[in-house]
């Protein structure tokens, strides 16, 4: 096996893009983490639940497209319930709301580097479905930090309510994803 020698290890967020962009930079190429992301198709999510599980499991890697039909809009309706779901709601909340959002399996850290990648493409393309996408991703990171900021307290204080108003929370982040989705699919009609 060959070794890749004298190396920059700059760190990054998430390790994917930091593995590709020590590489690339070894190369001579050296690209933002958001532009690794971005052009790696990396935004993404899932909701994984499954019998064998002691509980379910956010994240994941999927089409870009299907992400809010699908894994958003399932977790909005099933978040409710979690509390119920989970042997030890003191420990699964906080973490499935650690992971969502420090670490890089769909939720706010995803979404701050796919805005950030959408506002490095708008300065080098200048069209509105970009802008449009970008405000959207950045309304999206926001609410993506309230909705684990929600399950983090409800596993805390065992208050139901907190997972009701997350569950909220993703439906409006399935409007939000849907729409930025759509904006940024006109872009190939664009070109």
């Known amino acids: 096996m060959a070794m890749v020698?004298?190396?920059?290890?700059?760190?990054?967020?998430?390790?994917?893009?930091?593995?590709?962009?020590?590489?690339?930079?070894?190369?001579?190429?050296?690209?933002?983490?958001?532009?690794?992301?971005?052009?790696?198709?990396?935004?993404?999510?899932?909701?994984?639940?499954?019998?064998?599980?002691?509980?379910?499991?956010?994240?994941?890697?999927?089409?870009?497209?299907?992400?809010?039909?699908?894994?958003?809009?399932?977790?909005?309706?099933?978040?409710?319930?979690?509390?119920?779901?989970?042997?030890?709601?003191?420990?699964?909340?906080?973490?499935?709301?650690?992971?969502?959002?420090?670490?890089?399996?769909?939720?706010?850290?995803?979404?701050?580097?796919?805005?950030?990648?959408?506002a490095e493409c708008a300065q080098l393309i200048d069209s509105a479905h970009l802008r449009t996408g970008h405000s959207l991703y950045a309304e999206a990171a926001t609410l993506w930090t309230q909705a684990a900021a929600l399950m983090t307290t409800a596993g805390e204080t065992g208050d139901a309510e907190n997972l009701v108003q997350a569950g909220s929370v993703l439906v409006e982040l399935t409007r939000i994803e849907r729409d930025a989705m759509r904006a940024l699919s006109m872009l190939q009609h664009c070109s």
Not at 48 to 61: E, H, I, Q, V
Request: glycine share 14%; charged share 25%.
């Open 5 to 118: 020698k004298d190396i920059d290890p700059r760190g990054m967020q998430h390790c994917e893009t930091t593995a590709l962009g020590v590489l690339l930079r070894h190369e001579g190429l050296d690209l933002s983490e958001p532009m690794l992301f971005g052009l790696g198709s990396g935004l993404s999510f899932i909701y994984w639940d499954s019998k064998g599980m002691g509980f379910p499991f956010l994240g994941g890697r999927v089409k870009p497209f299907e992400l809010a039909r699908n894994g958003i809009e399932k977790t909005a309706e099933q978040v409710p319930k979690w509390l119920q779901r989970s042997d030890n709601p003191q420990e699964d909340l906080p973490r499935a709301a650690v992971l969502m959002e420090k670490g890089g399996t769909g939720g706010a850290l995803f979404r701050n580097l796919y805005r950030d990648f959408l």
